[in-house]
């Protein structure tokens, strides 16, 4: 039986409690709270069929709510009234309709956290210590059974967060192998007993991917090893422009070798033990509140998804107010089947797969408010295929072992539903802590979005991503290979490759990560493991992405190639009125492969000086790409303020940038020593009538240390018509 409770608020029509303190009498009231979130649902659904039709709202009291595996929420607990057919705005989910019809709500003041762990009990001290164990941790670790039903997990916790399974220092390959195979040191790897269990972190031969791999087989006397699963690219050295040949891009996880600090685990799956040095111990020096993790995603809302037809139907109106979600674990590649050909841009995630703590999989009109994703192995949130009008506004996304939020729809082709969603003063950070390439916020096959007013910071890779980057002739096994529907693209376009503003046009009906907007969000301290990471990265999408009043700041990574990429096959894309201050970017500021707007950007203090100019023009022409009213301020060691990029001796004999294709003019210029900086520039650019406006002087910035970027009076940027940009309206409308 439901009991149902009238408040006082009018979005909310019906209540009904849960508490981790309930009991198997319950009926749902504050007094007699069920004991489950699971109950609560199977409540409402029952008392749906008897008829109810008010929204409900399941509070949440204090607590740690254990999930033993996926909640899925169906389309029987969405609203059951018909879609209407609203007008929509070009960016983001439109006004809100009314209130949710299914709510799960902390109550007012509590915190209770949704966690998908179930505790490690029982733990002993290691008496006998095994030969491998590091001296240092002999009498400091303690064992434990594996908890019933869990054959296996990737990750653990404590009260703490997330503890580090147990690592090396890694090694560096001794010659290239291919995507199964790798080449090691001697004594790097061993024929563990437990070899199924040790998986290996690999970069493989790219700057931009990073993989965990389960070892299949190891040689000690040749030093070859095998995984399996294949690696996104063959187990070879880096490019040697960024990286030490002699550093680790090889690191072995989960052996007791490396089990050498406070806070490190390892488990043994056959014989069904973990070993931990606990960093929070009991007064009697056990681990204590350990929890190891039932499931990848916790909370599943999913419609009826009709993968090859036309037409979803999604579930509607479910919101999260208030809560925290935790402790699931990270989805680990097991095989190739599943894997290979349906990896999204580089294989930075896996295509419709349960790797985030909260899924929308099917939904519309679905909101999360005010809630908090942190310490878990995979990603926050995903939206896949069919997802519109949802909101997420206002939450916490935190040290997470993979993306903060990713809205992923279907691969390219004609089947356009993932758009119109709004992400909205969001907090993003200490994501990518596992899987290093992951982005905080990722737009893929998914257009028209709305995401302003976050902050992203301390990433391991990309703090924004805005991509397809798949084309018709992909292979099947090729990166998104599989996500491609064949079925709807057209004959003359299956060969068809990338190449071209012209070839692009005719692709981008099947490139729906389109028009979307990224604006007034701040973003610092991109690029802390990976290498080759922008700010913000768009490549290979649709038309009309706007890239707008976004400050970054601080992104001082060796390894960052710009604050914002236009990367391979880009083309329409606005940016206009960004910040850039006190970043590296040892390439760039901005860089733009394709035909782009830049404009009203300035780029502040840099930290170094780009190799391919302050604003780089690469492998591709830029014809009439507007570059207007933008303010480049150089290192006092100088470099391009422009330049052209060709890809290779002499382009590969394709077209390449030329700068005086380009539409520029109205530009500010400063150099704090060299008044003749601009010169060799202005005279090529002027011969042909372009930059003719343009001026050399001291913008005259009130204090962009402090972070005031007003003009003063006498700014020669008020006469070219630059628009101040104000710094404090990016970013977080409030921060705690």
């Given at each position: 039986?439901?009991?149902?409770?009238?408040?006082?608020?009018?979005?909310?029509?019906?209540?009904?409690?849960?508490?981790?303190?309930?009991?198997?009498?319950?009926?749902?009231?504050?007094?007699?709270?069920?004991?489950?979130?699971?109950?609560?649902v199977e409540s409402v659904r029952a008392s749906r069929q008897s008829g109810l039709e008010e929204p409900v709202t399941i509070v949440l009291r204090e607590g740690r709510h254990q999930l033993n595996q996926t909640l899925v929420l169906g389309i029987e607990d969405g609203?059951?009234?018909?879609?209407?057919?609203?007008?929509?705005?070009?960016?983001?989910?439109?006004?809100?309709?009314?209130p949710a019809f299914l709510t799960f709500a902390a109550h007012p003041g509590e915190h209770p956290v949704v966690s998908g762990g179930v505790p490690v009990i029982g733990w002993k001290r290691l008496e006998s210590a095994p030969a491998d164990l590091p001296a240092q941790s002999v009498g400091k670790v303690w064992v434990a059974d594996m908890p019933a039903n869990l054959d296996s997990f990737y990750t653990l916790y404590d009260s703490h967060g997330r503890l580090n399974r147990a690592r090396n220092d890694g090694f560096a390959y001794t010659k290239p192998g291919n995507a199964r195979t790798l080449h090691f040191p001697k004594g790097a790897l061993k024929n563990w007993d437990h070899l199924t269990d040790v998986e290996i972190q690999v970069r493989p031969g790219r700057a931009w991917a990073i993989n965990m791999l389960p070892l299949a087989s190891v040689d000690e006397n040749s030093g070859v090893a095998t995984t399996g699963?294949?690696?996104?690219?063959?187990?070879?050295?880096?490019?040697?422009?960024?990286?030490?040949?002699?550093?680790?891009?090889?690191?072995?996880?989960?052996?007791?070798?490396?089990?050498?600090?406070?806070?490190?685990?390892?488990?043994?799956?056959?014989?069904?033990?973990?070993?931990?040095?606990?960093?929070?111990?009991?007064?009697?020096?056990?681990?204590?509140?350990?929890?190891?993790?039932?499931?990848?995603?916790?909370?599943?809302?999913?419609?009826?998804?009709?993968?090859?037809?036309?037409?979803?139907?999604?579930v509607r109106g479910i919101a999260f107010t208030g809560l925290t979600f935790s402790h699931a674990d990270r989805w680990a590649w097991k095989?190739?089947?599943?894997?290979?050909?349906?990896g999204m841009q580089h294989d930075w995630d896996m295509f419709d797969r349960p790797t985030a703590l909260l899924r929308f999989r099917g939904a519309e009109d679905c909101r999360v408010t005010d809630c908090k994703f942190a310490d878990s192995g995979g990603s926050g949130l995903r939206m896949d295929l069919h997802a519109q009008r949802n909101r997420v506004v206002g939450s916490e996304f935190a040290h997470l072992g993979e993306a903060g939020i990713l809205l992923a729809g279907y691969g390219p082709g004609t089947k356009d539903a993932n758009h119109h969603n709004d992400i909205v003063n969001n907090y993003i950070h200490h994501f990518s802590e596992i899987t290093w390439h992951s982005p905080g916020l990722?737009?893929?096959?998914?257009?028209?979005?709305?995401?302003?007013?976050?902050?992203?910071?301390?990433?391991?890779?990309?703090?924004?991503?805005?991509?397809?980057?798949?084309?018709?002739?992909?292979?099947?096994?090729?990166?998104?290979?599989?996500?491609?529907?064949?079925?709807?693209?057209?004959?003359?376009?299956?060969?068809?490759?990338?190449?071209?503003?012209?070839?692009?046009?005719?692709?981008?009906?099947?490139?729906?990560a389109r028009h979307n907007l990224?604006?007034?969000?701040?973003?610092?301290?991109?690029?802390?493991?990976?290498?080759?990471?922008?700010?913000?990265?768009?490549?290979?999408?649709?038309?009309?992405?706007?890239?707008?009043?976004?400050?970054?700041?601080?992104?001082?990574?060796?390894?960052?190639?710009?604050?914002i990429r236009c990367d391979d096959d880009q083309h329409g894309t606005l940016i206009y009125g960004n910040v850039l201050y006190n970043n590296a970017g040892f390439s760039a500021g901005i860089a733009s492969k394709?035909?782009?707007?830049?404009?009203?950007?300035?780029?502040?203090?840099?930290?170094?000086?780009?190799?391919?100019?302050?604003?780089?023009?690469?492998?591709?022409?830029?014809?009439?790409?507007?570059?207007?009213?933008?303010?480049?301020?150089?290192?006092?060691?100088?470099?391009?303020?422009?330049?052209?990029?060709?890809?290779?001796?002499?382009?590969?004999?394709?077209?390449w940038p030329k700068l005086i294709e380009t539409d520029m003019e109205s530009n500010l210029y400063y150099h704090p020593t060299d008044p003749h900086w601009m010169d060799e520039h202005l005279i090529k650019m002027r011969a042909v009538g372009k930059e003719k406006a343009s001026r050399v002087g001291d913008p005259l910035f009130v204090d962009p240390a402090g972070g005031d970027f007003n003009f003063r009076p006498s700014s020669p940027a008020l006469e070219l018509g630059i628009?101040?940009?104000?710094?404090?309206k990016m970013g977080r409308l409030q921060k705690n």
């Open positions: 039986m439901l009991t149902v409770f009238l408040v006082t608020d009018a979005s909310f029509a019906l209540e009904i409690y849960v508490s981790v303190d309930g009991s198997g009498e319950a009926d749902g009231s504050p007094e007699k709270p069920y004991d489950s979130l699971l109950r609560a609203t059951p009234e018909p879609a209407v057919r609203l007008s929509l705005p070009q960016h983001g989910a439109g006004k809100t309709t009314g699963v294949s690696a996104t690219y063959g187990m070879g050295p880096l490019p040697g422009y960024l990286h030490d040949p002699d550093a680790s891009v090889v690191w072995v996880e989960n052996i007791l070798e490396a089990l050498d600090e406070p806070g490190e685990w390892v488990v043994n799956t056959e014989t069904r033990k973990i070993y931990l040095w606990p960093s929070d111990p009991a007064p009697n020096g056990s681990p204590h509140g350990i929890l190891a993790p039932t499931t990848t995603e916790l909370i599943r809302v999913e419609g009826a998804i009709d993968y090859d037809g036309p037409t979803d139907t999604p095989s190739d089947e599943g894997r290979v050909g349906w990722w737009a893929w096959q998914s257009g028209h979005n709305r995401m302003v007013h976050n902050e992203l910071s301390h990433s391991g890779y990309a703090a924004v991503l805005i991509t397809t980057r798949v084309e018709p002739d992909r292979s099947m096994n090729g990166e998104g290979g599989r996500t491609i529907r064949r079925h709807e693209i057209a004959a003359e376009d299956q060969t068809r490759r990338r190449g071209g503003y012209e070839n692009w046009k005719t692709r981008e009906k099947y490139n729906h990224l604006e007034y969000n701040e973003i610092s301290h991109a690029v802390q493991l990976l290498s080759d990471g922008n700010g913000i990265y768009v490549s290979g999408t649709g038309t009309g992405n706007i890239i707008r009043y976004n400050y970054l700041h601080d992104n001082l990574a060796n390894s960052l190639p710009a604050a394709g035909v782009n707007d830049i404009i009203n950007n300035f780029i502040v203090a840099p930290a170094v000086v780009p190799r391919s100019g302050y604003i780089s023009y690469e492998w591709v022409p830029v014809t009439n790409s507007k570059v207007h009213r933008n303010i480049i301020i150089s290192h006092p060691d100088g470099g391009k303020a422009h330049n052209e990029r060709p890809r290779g001796t002499n382009n590969g004999g394709r077209p628009e101040t940009l104000d710094v404090s």
